[in-house]
């Protein structure tokens, strides 16, 4: 049996379907997120989980107890982190972080010893006096972050914590969530709409529309098989080509190919490379610009613009614009997805 | 430029006009004779001195104050948990705030004192001539103030985030209220407070028509004293309209603070 | 169907277990001093000795002193309140002027003045314009201006006038100032670039845009003269024929009291507070209108 199991819920909005038979089965110690654009009924998942919502049918077990919205949740052991914080503003740090293990009746010298330890953990040290006005956002979110961790829930629940703070906070708090939740082996439901924080910090990602789940395994398999065109679509950049084009597959499949996986060569030297394994492609070059550490062609092939990103090597290869180039595509890069 | 002046001197003229009887009253109330000069002839306290040591004007001020303020803590009794609950779990009865505080614009204190003399004169509940008829009109007639400076509280505070952080926290429903809700919209409730008891001290109408000389608040023993004592009732109005000034002075204060705090919060989350 | 709100309110009465008791008290206060009240004087509006009838209206509108009282107060409500406006609002957007520090403080000091009303705001204007008030004594003094000569009479018409015209312009002050803020400077830069004059901004653009918002306040400084009271009852003895006094005067006055016909003539009064209201209520919803 899983850890935490979600068996076939559903929840309906006034007449609006948000989840639709939800199943979800998740390890000890896993950190999952939801991923998905807004509106696709992940927040409302992981509020049902959380018992502050009540699905229409199917239920939530968590460590073998049974979530039931509306029960008085301190048996239950399930700590969150707000997307607000929802930090207390009439009290400290410290008692913001204390105030759960106060509820639970744990001697005054154990709460001091064990809110010190994880506000240590959290790089807030210092911190204990100040009110959530007086911290930066950061150092909110970690506060939040701790008065949640700090119980040692059976599961910890963060519904979009970073989507408040600015890039660079956000890049540094991914890596600090991720190792705070292997040091601590805490199972974590994350969610959020951003494909790149679901990527670096997920053990399995569910990526969900429309209140269905679209697929549900690693980054990896996310990443490189979609399941399907949604997903494929929702992540990253995808080149969708007809079967037809690529010669694989056929007539009604679609093939999709990431534009890091395709080498764009000068025409010249393209006969000499590449095995017979290997679908070649002659287009010309129509735009040609730089992302950063990577840079993007936008080539033409028989009437499609087929989108080409190689590293942004210091000597990299020169193309002028209407050039004729080649592309090179390996057959075990294609994804076949159905209709 | 010629515009500004224009615009400070439209500005002047109105404050002049706002202050004159302002400035007169206070210092007509510490005048001992002031008829044909500009400025008093000479200044007392001695005004002040009667009125405070005058027993009727005591008791005139404690029955406003005991009126006032039994209002004022039976409606935070009242108000602030009903539209907490309706906030987090009943967001339709919101609506009934609403209706209920927009009930008295069309009901003015005239209007309202004919219903009430009607209903409270005979039958069951007789009850006008007493303060509790008092309390139950004054309950209504502040409901919109404190309504609408609590509603402001409450909606500077995220009130259904912090009730789910805590429950989370294993906090039940009631222990929610008192450790963190409250303590968040005190500000605001003092605020509706301040308000309220403000308006409450200058209520006429209501006063003089449900309970009138059988018990005489401070806006009708004013009313009595003018036609008796100018000095006294000047020094009276005096002393209300420096109570106004520093409940003004406590409310900007308390706005202030809240202001530099949330600004506070919001360019250190940036 | 289940998106009637009546269905939904249930849902979350159910949800919310016995969370609704604290809304008793509430609902009893409200009953017993609102809500029943108003029914109270509507139902005695159409009641008395001879039972259920329309007696106290027709009475009301065949009677020259009730239709001359509710004519005054109409009047006097719709002067003060066109003249409040006025000087509301031109103080308003002169204090567009000034410095934001300034703003804010001159403001509070505005909301400050809005408090002095009813009989305290009568007493001072007697102190000043009494017949043996400083400024109609430092008249006859120093100028040589008989004020009462005049015609001028601080316990008559123009006295009423004078002093609610004093409790309407802090009001209109503060009811004008958010939309005249909402007027900003840029609005009116883009006018000049576009090659607008002043007489044509003020035309074309500002007048348009503060109209609504003009509407709502006159409503609102409308509906709170009509409602006044203290400062008549304190300034004339109750010796005038305002409607609120005279509905008032048939309650608890000295001739014997006339319940039924006080009842319609406040459903008459409150008819007109309602339709301000109701002119208020639309124009929010259209953004301009005042209040909460």
Redesign the interface.
Known sequence: MSYVQVVNIDKSF??RQVLKGIELEIEKGEFVTLLGPSGCGKTTLLRIV?G?ERGDGGKVIVNGREIIE?Q???E?N???V???Y?????MTAFENIA??LK??KIPTQDIRKQVEEIMDILSISGKENNY??????GQ?QRVALA??LV?KPDLLLLDEPLS???AKVRESARILIRDVQKKMGITTIFVTHDQLEALVMSDRIVVINAGEVMQYGTPEEIYRRPANKFVAQFIGTYNFLPSSLVGIGDKETEICIRPEHILLVSKDQFPQIGNAEGIKLYGTLENFYILGNTARAEVLVQGRTIIVDHLNRFEGPKFALKEEVGLLIDKKVCTILGR | MKRGIISKIVLGLIFAYLFFPIVATLLFSVATRWSTTILPEGYTLSYYKLLFSSPEFGHALLRTINVSFATVILSILIIIPSMYLAIVYYPRLEKLFEILSILPFAMPGVILAIGLIQMYSRGPLQITNTPWILIGSYFVLILPFMYQATKNSFRT??VK??T?????????KL?TFIK?IF??VLRGVISAALISVSVLFGEFVLANLLVGDNYETIQIYLYKMQKVDGHLANALVASYFMVILLMSLILIWLAFRRET??R??KT??? | M??NPVTQLGQELR?G?ILWVPFIPLIVFALAFEILPMGYIIYSSIHNSEGLNFQSYTQIFHSKYYVISLKNSLLVSVAVGIIGLFIGTAGALALRSVGEAWREKLLTLVNMTSNFSGVPLAFAYIVLLGVNGLVTVLMKEKMGLDLYGTGFNLFSWTGIVLVYIYFSVPLAFMLMYPAVYALRQDIQEAAQILGASRFHFWRKIGLPILLPSMLGSFTLLFANSLGAYATAYALTNSNNSLVSITIANLVTGDIFPEPSLASALAVIMAGFLVVSIIINEKLKKQGGGIGQ
């Open positions: 006034q007449g959380a502050l509306g008085n949740k301190k239950q399930i700590g969150m707000f997307q607000s929802a930090l207390f503003p009439n105030f759960g509820i639970k959530p006005h007086q911290m930066s956002g909110q008065r949640a119980v408040a703070v600015d | 505070i995220n985030a912090l789910e952080a805590a429950m989370m926290l294993g906090c039940g222990e963190i303590p968040n705090e949330v506070g919060q250190e989350a940036r | 289940k998106n949800r277990g």
